[in-house]
């Protein structure tokens, strides 16, 4: 029989080898694989539970209104000779804010003054007659009723003098303008609006289970949606004595100590503070996570795994919550990345180290060559 080709003891050598290194490859990396999943760590961030001071907050929102508003008619009827003051413009209680013409009105008055003047002196006249016995009781009653209708009709004439100027009713801000100069006003136009922003109030309407929570002076925190974040401290000024059937809410009137920039009409949020507790738990409202109706936070232990607690708070405000039970100050709670995080997880801080770097793997050719037997010594 004749000896194999060299060639073809060559391919099956190497095709041996091929196989054995694809087997030899399959078996580490595998391995590795499984290594590298259970050693995997989620990546969070967590905030410890402190202790500070909570408030019991009731946000509502409503539209701010003056209760000082008036708005100012006219009591005579005349042309406009001076306007005095402009919309935006501050006036004080009974300043002139327009001028009428009073031709015919001061024609009234100084008449009304000559008749006065000239029933007084026959008054005077009779009074001492009647001393003498001269006249009757009948004729000198009746002069003293003259000269007494006569005062009236002077008081009325200056009166309608005075309507020629009209006067702000109230301090406050002139916000509508309705008279131009030279117009022809008549009695009971509306001529000018005038709003005193110091008597700004914010109505609102709190549910009746909290009315044994309400009390007036009750500090209260404004916010204006146009005024970004700028806060407004303000105090409960009335509580209504009822409660409205429909809605089942009490009408609570909110003040303001400094309306500042604030003005009729706005939309704003008014944070109600209902309790206040100055040492207590303060868990970070981000660790929150919502599921159906429970709260559910992640607790770190220290094997750096986590263990997922259902939470019952007690008062919360926009930035924390105070959990009823559960929890001690300093425990460190998932504030970042427990989204999607079971329990039982294990978790990597931003402080700690990586995962070590795996040893890259030998090629299946390299295995080959290493395992490859020495070549035959020659004959």
Known sequence: MSAPLPSARILILFLALALAGTACNRKPSDAKAGEKNKDERVPVEVLPVTRGMIEHILPTSTTLEA?????VFSRAANL???????????????????????????TQVNKAENLL???????????TLHEQNLISDQVFSDARFKLRELELSLEEARRQLDYTEVRAPIAGTVTRRLVKLGDHVTVNQNLFDIVDFESLVAPIHIPD?????LAPGQSTRV???????????????????????????IKVTVGLKEPGPLRPGMHVN???????????????????IYDADQTNVYRLKPDRTVERLILQPRLEDRENIQPAEGFQEGDLIVVAGQTGLKDGASVRLPGDPDEPAETAPESGIERAESTKPPPAAAN
């Not at 209760?67 to 708005?71: D, F, G, I, N, P």
């Not at 402009?86 to 300043?95: A, F, I, T």
């Open 80 to 106: 406009v000779t001076e306007l005095l003051v402009e919309e935006g413009d501050r006036v004080e209680k009974d300043q002139v804010l327009v001028r009428l013409e009073d031709d015919t009105q001061t």
């Open 270 to 288: 008014v944070d109600l503070i209902l309790a206040v507790e100055s040492d207590a738990l303060l868990l970070s409202k981000r660790a929150l």
């Open 223 to 249: 916010r204006a949606e146009a005024l970004g974040d700028r806060v407004f401290p303000g105090y409960v000024k009335r509580i209504s004595p009822i409660v409205q059937a429909r809605s089942g809410t």
């Open 209 to 213: 289970r909290y009315v044994t929570r």
């Open 117 to 127: 003047d000239q029933s007084r002196q026959e008054f005077e006249r009779q009074r």
């Open 67 to 71: 209760e000082a508003e008036v708005k």
